[in-house]
């Protein structure tokens, strides 16, 4: 008698998404990692011969372990038993778990963040297929139905991070030593997050965001990076001139409200530090610029925090100028940065077997697929060392975190690595119409605004592009390209892999001629298009359109090229590009009725904005 045994842990979403810093990001992954290590290690003490079937990694070395798990044993098991020693295992990794100096009531509080699914399923007959079909049925009602045992937490200060659990409160001492800015009260769990590997430092999104420059300017950056360091902790936001004019501003004002609060003893206060500054007005309860000094003495190192006010200034000014005069001979960095998550399509119809003739074997088939992608996601780390920072990667799913030039080069690699690794190895199951594909969300942000939000974004753009191309008889194969201009203003475009190809093929080809074609044929081809009707139009007219926009792509983007240029390669590079902006405007359709469809001209303007954002991105980065 055999079973198969399901397991998965939850909810992983929500837990990761509730990030502020990429520590936090990082180390979520990591634990629901681990937490998964220490299931399969329990299951295996538990029963010997206990068969992983999926994630089948038993050969593969420095991968994530998935939230989902399938075994094959030889008797049924109650995991309820060893739940609790499973998340011990994985706490008390955490330094400040073992800090008894902070009461911590871990064992409730956990308990409801996170929950063990497990459902078991006997094989009978020797159905493999159909006790698995049952068994994926099962896993599913069970994380739409689970109870938990809800711990009250009575009206006190809600965490900084998730807004849902009372905060640890926590000595200024304390903070220092967990890694918390003096705003920043945590409750127990996103505290744990923080703290999970204390001697990994995780780099900042700053300093992913200008890593490129920072290397190509090494030189000239020489100087003022020694000057930066001298004075702040995280010097990486502070190429930024204007953060730096920011803070003289600041502290200037913060001199003359000394002045004018202080009258009698100003000549004393005036040499105060500006730790003893910040001191004074807590204990004479000024407060005007109070919270703002805090923060930004968080930012300061502790030889900055003992200068005098006058002595900082200075000091900061010099940085300024030194700033002012270096980008007049080089562009100052651009700070953004980019998420990249991709999936498998349809990964559960190639598991369960649906596109198998005869499912006799599909045990064997899905340890085949598995080891497959185990691998793929082993040589992808391989492959993308320097060129990004892989937040997780358990072979069906990934997420990373990069500079934004060098999107085009990681998206390059993970494509190469799919055929070589994916594709060609899975070819016997492929079929002239179905194909193993992987749909990508790509998401550019700004390291000022709220990392949690483009994280959110990337997740949800990679959901609404699998939907967007569901019914794709190749498969998905989609990809979504954002660019978050600030929290209110975004732009979002859609294409398939095979698009996004010429599409990364024009991008690059732009060096040869960027000095020669301007762009702006983006703003007059929408101009021209944008009264048009494109909603429930015949097949008639939208051969008309399709016609008007081929001649009329032609004609603004050579209008766009500077004035007596005739040179090959310019000409050359505009008919490619005229050709593939008429291909993706015929392609953006989709049929509502019988002769009649609707053109999607809102994505095919900002596949060309995108173009050009990533144009200029590419620029950067050459």
Same mark, same amino acid.
């Given at each position: 008698?055999?079973?198969?045994?399901?397991?998965?842990?939850?909810?992983?979403?929500?837990?990761?998404?509730?990030?502020?810093?990429?520590?936090?990001?990082?180390?979520?992954?990591?634990?629901?990692?681990?937490?998964?290590?220490?299931?399969?290690?329990?299951?295996? /003490?538990?029963?010997?011969?206990?068969?992983?079937?999926?994630?089948?990694?038993?050969?593969?070395?420095?991968?994530?372990?998935?939230?989902?798990?399938?075994? *094959?044993?030889?008797?049924?098991?109650?995991?309820?038993?060893?739940?609790?020693?499973?998340?011990?295992?994985?706490?008390?990794?955490?330094?400040?778990?073992?800090?008894?100096?902070?009461?911590?009531?871990?064992?409730?509080?956990?308990?409801?963040?996170?929950?063990?699914?497990?459902?078991?399923?006997?094989?009978?007959?020797?159905?493999?297929?159909?006790?698995?079909?049952?068994?994926?049925?099962?896993?599913?009602?069970?994380?739409?139905?689970?109870?938990?045992?809800?711990?009250?937490?009575?009206?006190?200060?809600?965490?900084?991070?998730?807004?849902?659990?009372?905060?640890?409160?926590?000595?200024?001492?304390?903070?220092?030593?967990?890694?918390?800015?003096?705003?920043?009260?945590?409750?127990?769990?996103?505290?744990?997050?923080?703290?999970? !590997?204390?001697?990994?430092?995780?780099?900042?999104?700053?300093?992913?965001?200008?890593?490129?420059?920072?290397?190509?300017?090494?030189?000239?950056?020489?100087?003022?990076?020694?000057?930066?360091?001298?004075?702040?902790?995280?010097?990486?936001?502070?190429?930024?001139?204007?953060?730096?004019?920011?803070?003289?501003?600041?502290?200037?004002?913060?001199?003359?409200?000394?002045?004018?609060?202080?009258?009698?003893?100003?000549?004393?206060?005036?040499?105060?530090?500006?730790?003893?500054?910040?001191?004074?007005?807590?204990?004479?309860?000024?407060?005007?610029?109070?919270?703002?000094?805090?923060?930004?003495?968080?930012?300061?190192?502790?030889?900055?925090?003992?200068?005098?006010?006058?002595?900082?200034?200075?000091?900061?000014?010099?940085?300024?100028?030194?700033?002012?005069?270096?980008?007049?001979? !080089?562009?100052?960095?651009?700070?953004?940065?980019?998420?990249?998550? %991709?999936?498998?399509? /349809?990964?559960?119809?190639?598991?369960?077997?649906?596109?198998?003739?005869?499912?006799?074997?599909?045990?064997?088939?899905?340890?085949?697929?598995?080891?497959?992608?185990?691998?793929?996601?082993?040589?992808?780390?391989?492959?993308?060392?320097?060129?990004?920072?892989?937040?997780?990667?358990?072979?069906?799913?990934?997420?990373?975190?990069?500079?934004?030039?060098?999107?085009?080069?990681?998206?390059?690699?993970?494509?190469?690595?799919?055929?070589?690794?994916?594709?060609?190895?899975?070819?016997?199951?492929?079929?002239?119409?179905?194909?193993?594909?992987?749909?990508?969300?790509?998401?550019?942000?700004?390291?000022?605004?709220?990392?949690?939000?483009?994280?959110?974004?990337?997740? *949800?753009?990679?959901?609404?592009?699998?939907?967007?191309?569901?019914?794709?008889?190749?498969?998905?194969?989609?990809?979504?390209?954002?660019?978050?201009?600030? /929290?209110?203003?975004?732009?979002?475009?859609?294409?398939?892999?095979?698009?996004?190809?010429?599409?990364?093929?024009?991008?690059?080809?732009?060096?040869?001629?960027?000095?020669?074609?301007?762009?702006?044929?983006?703003?007059?081809?929408?101009?021209?298009?944008?009264? %048009?009707?494109?909603?429930?139009?015949?097949?008639?007219?939208?051969?008309?359109? %399709?016609?008007?926009?081929?001649?009329?792509?032609?004609?603004?983007?050579?209008?766009?090229?500077?004035?007596?240029?005739?040179?090959?390669?310019?000409?050359?590079?505009?008919? /490619?590009?005229?050709?593939?902006?008429?291909?993706?405007?015929?392609?953006?359709?989709?049929?509502?009725?019988?002769?009649?469809?609707?053109?999607?001209?809102?994505?095919?303007?900002?596949?060309?904005?995108?173009?050009?954002?990533?144009?200029?991105?590419?620029?950067?980065?050459?």
């Amino acid at each position: 008698m055999s079973y198969l045994l399901g397991i998965t842990v939850g909810p992983v979403q929500t837990y990761i998404e509730e990030s502020r810093k990429l520590g936090d990001l990082c180390n979520s992954s990591r634990i629901i990692s681990d937490i998964m290590k220490e299931v399969h290690e329990h299951i295996l /003490n538990l029963i010997k011969t206990a068969e992983l079937i999926y994630p089948n990694h038993k050969y593969v070395q420095d991968i994530d372990y998935s939230n989902y798990m399938i075994f *094959e044993i030889e008797k049924s098991i109650n995991l309820k038993s060893i739940e609790s020693q499973i998340y011990e295992r994985v706490y008390y990794n955490s330094e400040i778990c073992n800090d008894k100096k902070i009461d911590f009531n871990y064992k409730n509080t956990i308990k409801e963040s996170f929950h063990l699914f497990w459902a078991i399923e006997e094989i009978k007959d020797n159905k493999y297929s159909e006790c698995y079909k049952n068994l994926t049925e099962l896993m599913h009602n069970l994380k739409n139905t689970y109870e938990f045992e809800q711990v009250e937490q009575e009206s006190q200060e809600k965490c900084l991070i998730c807004g849902k659990r009372n905060v640890v409160n926590l000595s200024n001492f304390k903070k220092e030593k967990y890694k918390l800015k003096e705003e920043e009260n945590l409750c127990e769990v996103c505290l744990f997050k923080r703290n999970y !590997i204390s001697s990994i430092r995780y780099n900042s999104v700053y300093e992913i965001a200008i890593i490129n420059w920072k290397n190509i300017h090494e030189d000239e950056l020489k100087k003022v990076t020694r000057d930066l360091a001298e004075i702040f902790k995280n010097y990486y936001k502070y190429y930024n001139k204007n953060e730096i004019t920011h803070l003289i501003i600041l502290l200037k004002k913060t001199k003359e409200n000394l002045k004018k609060d202080f009258k009698e003893n100003i000549k004393m206060y005036i040499d105060f530090s500006l730790n003893n500054i910040i001191q004074l007005l807590k204990d004479n309860k000024k407060n005007i610029v109070l919270k703002k000094l805090n923060k930004i003495n968080e930012e300061f190192n502790n030889y900055a925090s003992e200068l005098t006010l006058d002595k900082l200034i200075n000091k900061l000014s010099i940085l300024e100028k030194e700033l002012e005069d270096i980008y007049e001979k !080089i562009q100052p960095p651009n700070y953004e940065y980019t998420f990249i998550q %991709f999936d498998i399509d /349809n990964l559960g119809c190639w598991m369960s077997g649906e596109y198998l003739k005869d499912k006799k074997n599909l045990k064997n088939h899905q340890k085949e697929i598995s080891l497959v992608l185990c691998n793929f996601s082993q040589k992808l780390r391989e492959s993308l060392k320097n060129k990004c920072e892989i937040i997780y990667s358990g072979g069906d799913d990934f997420l990373s975190i990069l500079p934004s030039e060098n999107i085009i080069e990681v998206i390059e690699i993970i494509d190469k690595e799919f055929k070589n690794e994916v594709e060609l190895k899975l070819d016997k199951y492929m079929t002239y119409d179905r194909r193993i594909t992987y749909s990508t969300s790509i998401t550019i942000a700004q390291c000022k605004d709220p990392m949690s939000y483009s994280l959110a974004k990337t997740r *949800e753009e990679l959901k609404n592009v699998k939907n967007r191309y569901k019914n794709e008889s190749m498969g998905k194969n989609g990809v979504a390209i954002n660019y978050i201009i600030n /929290n209110g203003k975004e732009i979002t475009c859609y294409l398939q892999k095979e698009d996004l190809v010429n599409y990364f093929e024009l991008i690059k080809g732009f060096k040869k001629v960027e000095s020669k074609l301007s762009f702006s044929y983006i703003n007059n081809f929408e101009n021209e298009f944008k009264m %048009f009707n494109f909603n429930n139009i015949s097949f008639e007219k939208a051969r008309k359109i %399709f016609e008007i926009v081929d001649c009329e792509v032609k004609r603004l983007i050579s209008r766009s090229k500077i004035k007596g240029c005739n040179e090959e390669k310019v000409n050359e590079y505009i008919q /490619n590009l005229a050709k593939f902006i008429k291909y993706i405007f015929s392609k953006n359709n989709n049929e509502l009725k019988s002769n009649h469809i609707v053109i999607d001209f809102r994505n095919v303007m900002n596949i060309l904005r995108l173009y050009q954002k990533l144009c200029i991105d590419n620029l950067n980065r050459l």
